[in-house]
């Protein structure tokens, strides 16, 4: 027997979805502590819920995948409208020292994941979806690329419940890694500030920001724009042996139109109302993905997947303290940056600076390194992602 959810129903669903994560979220100090997704909370226990019934009295739930690919598309297209070409004269050369750094890893990390995968005797898409497309790409990423290998069985159960293992260990990993490089080499300040957050105004951090009416209908528009001219590019545009997913259209698409507007002082976008379109998107979108899974694909694949991780872990460690570090200076903010770049290179941005937070909070303000990791986690590192995933599927097929 299957129920099929209409749009409505299907919105209603992953707000119902969403609330019964963050019900749990508060509940459950590791789980802020981690910052575990309030979607994957309360869409992992929905699975469950819809596991049992699928296998046990074979009652099918399935949800509306258009509405849950709008959300998909409408998330990639603020990520675009967020990079902005001016942002690139704040930061000056640690920025494209550390996207460069960045970038590399990615390389590294999808190598990883296709070498362990091939090993263990898995498909080497396995091992991209272990790699940079979830581990730097996080949870949306992940669920949009295993998508596209829809003849991969277990394909969205594995992308998510790697996102998912990354996001845990890279909030894990991030402080003890930059907290024994602070204290191996030395670096603790010796003004140490109390109050970060006071330092980082006026850096463009925590400047107050009115998310107006005005502003968030200037974003819905500019999304909605990327969104349709992202479709028709990947209606008209083709590349031969080389398929490119229409959420790369849309993205590429965005980045165009936001910095068309850019060039005009009454067009200039609102960062929070960008990240409040984002955060929307990205949530009920998360909502839906998590609480279609079937996880009983997951028996067969989670030791094997769960060993490509590990090692993602352990090369991830041996990088940032060794190139990342080094390259960006051996000082307290190339420590800082270190526990940010294991933050989002196996997890997400928001882990980032929950890392970058701990440390600061206990060694001094850093307010230079925030603002390279968030220019860098935050838009330009899923922009470069999205070229080098493109890269290694031309590779491996």
């Given at each position: ?17 969403f609330?019964?994560g ?8 590791g789980?802020?502590k981690f ?11 929905v ?7 699928r ?7 399935v949800?509306d ?11 990639f ?20 020292t ?10 590294i990390q ?11 005797g ?8 272990a ?5 730097s790409?996080?949870h ?8 596209q290998?829809?003849h991969?069985?277990?394909a ?28 191996r ?13 006071e ?6 951090f925590?400047?107050?920001?009115l ?11 500019l ?10 590019l990947?209606?008209?545009?083709h ?11 849309i993205?590429?698409?965005?980045i ?7 060039l ?14 984002n ?5 009920l979108f ?32 041996i ?7 080094r390259?960006l200076?051996?000082?307290y ?6 526990s940010?770049?294991c933050?989002?290179g196996?997890?997400?941005t ?10 600061t ?12 990791v ?5 838009f ?18």
């Amino acid at each position: 027997m299957v129920f099929l959810l209409d749009q409505t129903q299907t919105f209603l669903a992953s707000l119902v979805v969403f609330f019964l994560g963050s019900l749990i979220h508060a509940r459950f100090y590791g789980l802020r502590k981690f910052n575990i997704p309030e979607p994957v909370i309360g869409g992992i226990l929905v699975a469950l819920v819809f596991t049992f019934v699928r296998h046990q009295f074979e009652i099918q739930i399935v949800r509306d995948m258009g509405v849950q690919n709008q959300l998909m598309y409408a998330f990639f297209a603020t990520v675009g409208l967020s990079a902005r070409f001016s942002l690139f004269k704040n930061g000056g050369k640690a920025i494209f020292t550390f996207l460069s750094v960045a970038v590399f890893y990615l390389v590294i990390q999808n190598l990883i994941g296709v070498s362990v995968a091939s090993m263990v005797g898995l498909d080497p898409r396995f091992g991209l979806l272990a790699g940079s497309i979830t581990l730097s790409g996080g949870h949306a990423t992940g669920a949009s690329y295993a998508a596209q290998f829809h003849h991969l069985e277990g394909a969205v159960e594995i992308a998510l419940a790697c996102a998912t293992f990354g996001l845990v260990l890279g909030g894990i990993i991030g402080g003890p890694v930059s907290q024994w490089l602070i204290a191996r080499n030395d670096l603790a300040p010796s003004d140490k500030v109390n109050d970060p957050d006071e330092c980082l105004k006026g850096h463009g951090f925590n400047e107050p920001e009115l998310v107006t009416t005005w502003s968030t209908f200037q974003v819905l528009f500019l999304c909605l724009l990327a969104m349709v001219s992202g479709d028709l590019l990947s209606k008209f545009v083709h590349f031969e042996r080389i398929l490119v997913p229409e959420f790369i259209w849309i993205l590429f698409s965005a980045i165009f139109w936001t910095n068309i507007a850019a060039l005009h002082p009454k067009t200039q976008l609102q960062d929070q109302s960008i990240e409040l379109v984002n955060m929307i998107s990205l949530s009920l979108f998360l909502s839906l993905a998590m609480m279609g899974l079937d996880l009983m694909e997951l028996v067969n694949l989670a030791l094997p997947v769960l060993a490509i991780v590990i090692v993602q872990v352990v090369a991830l460690v041996i990088f940032t303290t060794q190139v990342t570090f080094r390259l960006l200076g051996k000082d307290y903010d190339a420590a800082v940056i270190v526990s940010g770049h294991c933050g989002f290179g196996l997890g997400a941005t928001p882990t980032a600076l929950a890392n970058m937070e701990s440390i600061t909070n206990r060694y001094g303000a850093a307010p230079s390194a925030i603002f390279v990791v968030l220019m860098v986690g935050a838009f330009f590192i899923d922009i470069a992602n999205a070229l080098v995933i493109q890269g290694f599927l031309g590779w491996v097929g």
